[in-house]
């Protein structure tokens, strides 16, 4: 019995697409807004 599966962890997703574009650019923006609201309030 042969059983198919995917994992969204195991499979890696074309990397030139443009969801894959968008989700890194959305994941820098929100690491930089991080350091930058942490460094401007001082905590």
Known sequence: MN??????????PDEDGPAYVTGWTI????????????WLLGI
Do not use: N
């Open 27 to 38: 994941s820098g923006l929100a690491v930089l807004g991080t350091i930058v609201a942490v």
């Open 3 to 12: 059983h198919q599966w995917h994992d969204t962890m195991v499979d890696q």
